[in-house]
């Protein structure tokens, strides 16, 4: 089940200092060198503005409730969100989600800002409505038709709903069209994109929790943990400006 499935995330907003602006694009760009040439338009800076009309970063801490049976509930780690703010326009654009515990081996380094320890190498996850903007910056996986409702439910993403034949995963095969979903083989702890067969836009973002080679083998079980956000989910809901 989605962290994100309760209908409406809650969690309390303040401004990001200059360097933890800084150490997020740096890793946005080494996870995404995509969006790379579009990481100034993402962070509103395009132009130079006069002080008081800056945009500023904010991070949400996302309380994303309680896991267990009734009576032996444990809250879980609040995830850190952020996003952009435009004084000028008076809005705050989505931008991505950090998975905070060191689930592989890609974050393990640890830092200091302000005095705090944060994980340097967390992943970073991007929003969805920054997913639609760049589709094409990001690793891409499609759902067969079938498994809409149930990912739009909040249910895991089924490896069945991948290798069928409305699905796709990278490989050899993908040509014309399919070219998007590329040829090489991802790996656990990769951060993938699944689009629904038919539609236009992107209804999932996660971090797959096996190869994709491994998800062709066996067509079963769940193919992403937990972290995954999807449309209409508590993230997709939440108020942010």
């Not at 991948?162 to 095969?173: F, I, K, V, W």
Request: a neutral charge; charged letters at 30%; hydrophobic letters at 30%.
């Amino acid at each position: 089940m989605s962290l994100f499935k309760k209908d409406k995330c809650t969690g309390k907003k303040s401004n990001a200092a200059g360097k933890v602006e800084s150490m997020l694009k740096d890793r946005i760009q080494e996870l995404y060198p995509l969006l790379t040439p579009h990481i100034d338009e993402i962070f509103l800076s395009t132009t130079k503005r006069p002080k008081g009309q800056r945009p500023q970063l904010e991070c949400i801490k996302v309380d994303v409730g309680t896991t267990g049976a009734a009576g032996e509930e444990k809250q879980l780690p609040k995830h850190n969100f952020y996003v952009m703010h435009d004084p000028l326009t008076k809005e705050s654009y989505p931008l991505f989600y950090e998975v905070p515990e060191p689930r592989h081996e890609r974050t393990l380094q640890r830092t200091k800002v302000n005095n705090k320890d944060i994980w340097a190498k967390d992943l970073v996850v991007p929003h969805l409505a920054l997913v639609h903007r760049f589709p094409e910056c990001f690793h891409r996986l499609r759902c067969d038709r079938g498994a809409i409702r149930f990912v739009l439910s909040g249910a895991p993403m089924m490896a069945p709903g991948l290798t069928s034949q409305g699905g796709r995963l990278p490989g050899d095969e993908n040509e014309g069209e399919d070219a998007k979903y590329g040829t090489e083989e991802l790996q656990q702890g990769d951060v993938v994109v699944v689009e629904a067969e038919g539609k236009e836009h992107a209804c999932l973002v996660g971090v797959l929790s096996r190869s994709t080679g491994d998800i062709k083998k066996t067509g079963k079980d769940a193919a992403l943990d937990n972290t995954y956000h999807y449309l209409g989910d508590g993230l997709w809901k939440l108020d942010y400006n």
